[in-house]
């Protein structure tokens, strides 16, 4: 069986898949093999983890919210006062609620 030169497909593929890693570390950087093992694995990772960042971020912010409602004693906790501003068609994002009960923690402007 004679030897086939391989054509620029494979090259191309192995060089995009370089490009990726270009930040990566050791072996990581190197190996053809690790290079994929590695890109998939960051790939899957981030993908999962902006899910994630999404649902840390709503939890701080409703931290936040139930944190300024105690301390300015508006109601009791966070439910009541999203229910009440539900009920008075107040539809308000959670993460500008939570700028404003950071930003602002001496002035009383989140009552």
């Known amino acids: 069986m ?3 030169p391989r054509g ?6 192995r060089t995009k898949m370089r490009s990726f890693a270009s930040n990566f570390r050791g072996a990581h950087l190197r190996l053809n093999r690790m290079i994929t093992q590695q ?6 990772s981030s993908h999962r983890d902006r899910g994630r960042q999404k649902r840390d971020f709503r939890r701080l912010w409703i931290t936040r919210i139930n944190a300024a409602t ?3 004693k508006v109601f009791d ?3 009541k006062l999203i229910h009440n501003l539900y009920q008075k068609k107040l539809i308000l ?6 700028q404003v009960a950071v930003s ?4 009383h402007d989140f009552q």
Do not use: D, G, H, W
């Open 39 to 44: 890109v998939k694995r960051a790939f899957v």
């Open 77 to 79: 906790s966070y439910s």
């Open 93 to 98: 994002n959670r993460k500008m609620l939570a």
């Open 2 to 4: 004679t030897r086939v």
């Open 70 to 72: 105690r301390v300015y």
């Open 104 to 107: 602002n923690p001496n002035n």
């Open 8 to 13: 620029y497909i494979a090259r191309r593929r």
